[in-house]
């Protein structure tokens, strides 16, 4: 299969593109596209087929659930059983935007979808490119992102091509995405309607993964949130509720450890490491912020942005683990960014990069 990189305007996308690209998702196949966190492996989330050739083309377990994308609220109605007020609530508050809700699923979402859960993940991306793709394919498209299961989560197009050149006909290419990691998760399907037709919280609404919008955020507007227990779960009996809280993600070829303390201590354990692996000759890279650049000595070391921008270190989280792959360094080294208002966020995602290799000084 030859896969084509399609040039696409991010805020006003050509229409015959778009058209083009909602004709493959129609017909059942598969094509990468922007939003405003990563790039996603679209195919239609209504279709059993569309699903299977997702899970195929990423390598992706079965029983990973696929978030579903939609471009209007009202889309809800066919795919979700009952819709608690606070989803109402955060949509108005949030979508479109990079938060995931999770409801009980109707009957129209196939189980290849979901996972085999009776619950359907759902959001409505903030991106032109991918809600005309959405309204043009039939309004349910379920978009995993788009690379090889387990590898770092594409932010450009290239990241894409990279991964599943020769498994997918079309990628459209909006350029570098804006936020750069996944969408928050939070589950309502334990909110369910008593036989008075009024609403009961059997279960607080539960963060199964967290992003750019914070806890305090989702707080603010439907009062209190928790985490869930098995948000840093990875045993091979636990059955995810959501994508990414089973399996090992986001992971660079090379291994990469976390090491955290008071700043100048963590960069002179770091320093001595790097010497340590070169006596060995092993090449290490390091990922710093602009506040400790000048401490570093190794062999790459790369600067991830401010601390002052939690974004910037967000954005470019994913592309610097790929680029220390195309490096050929053989070890990484961090430093902790759990002070950071997303420090959730981005910890999440670099922990389970370095399979929870931390190192505290």
Not at 12 to 24: H, V
Not at 206 to 212: E, F, N, S
Not at 216 to 232: H, K, N, Q, R, T
Request: net charge neutral.
């Amino acid at each position: 299969m030859v896969t084509q990189i399609e040039k696409i305007n991010a805020v006003q996308p050509e229409k015959e593109k778009i058209q083009a690209a909602a004709g493959i998702i129609r017909s059942g196949g598969l094509v990468a596209f922007p939003t405003e966190t990563v790039y996603g492996l679209g195919a239609d989330a209504l279709l059993p087929e569309g699903s299977r050739r997702i899970y195929a083309a990423k390598g992706r377990p079965s029983d990973n659930p696929l978030i579903v994308h939609i471009a209007d609220f009202g889309a809800l109605d066919r795919i979700v059983r009952a819709l608690p007020p606070q989803a109402r609530m955060l949509a108005d508050a949030f979508w479109p935007g990079p938060l995931t809700m999770i409801f009980q699923k109707s009957d129209a979402v196939p189980y290849e979808t979901t996972g085999g859960l009776d619950t359907v993940a759902v959001r409505m991306p903030n991106h032109a490119v991918a809600l005309e793709l959405i309204r043009a394919g039939g309004g349910y498209i379920a978009a995993p992102s788009a690379n090889t299961s387990g590898r770092p989560s594409p932010t450009t197009a290239a990241h894409v091509y990279t991964d599943l050149q020769g498994k997918i006909p079309m990628i459209l290419d909006g350029g570098a995405v804006g936020i750069g990691i996944e969408s928050t998760i939070i589950d309502l399907s334990g909110i369910s309607r008593r036989a008075d037709g009024t609403w009961a919280g059997d279960e607080m609404p539960m963060i199964l993964r967290p992003g750019y919008i914070t806890g305090e955020m989702l707080s603010d507007v439907i009062g209190s949130v928790c985490d869930d227990p098995g948000l840093a779960g990875t045993g091979e009996n636990m059955r995810p509720k959501a994508p990414g809280m089973k399996y090992r993600h986001y992971a660079p070829k090379a291994e990469l450890t976390v090491v955290s303390g008071e700043p100048h201590r963590v960069a002179v354990r770091m320093n001595a490491i790097a010497e340590e692996n070169r006596s060995r000759g092993e090449r290490t890279g390091i990922i710093c912020t602009e506040e400790t650049r000048e401490w570093y000595r190794a062999d790459v070391v790369k600067c991830i942005g401010s601390r002052g921008d939690a974004d910037s270190i967000a954005r470019n989280l994913y592309a610097f683990l790929r680029e220390f792959d195309d490096l050929g360094v053989d070890r990484i080294l961090s430093e902790s960014f759990a002070d950071l208002r997303i420090g959730k966020a981005v910890m999440n995602r670099l922990l389970k990069a370095a399979g929870q290799r931390v190192i505290e000084v």
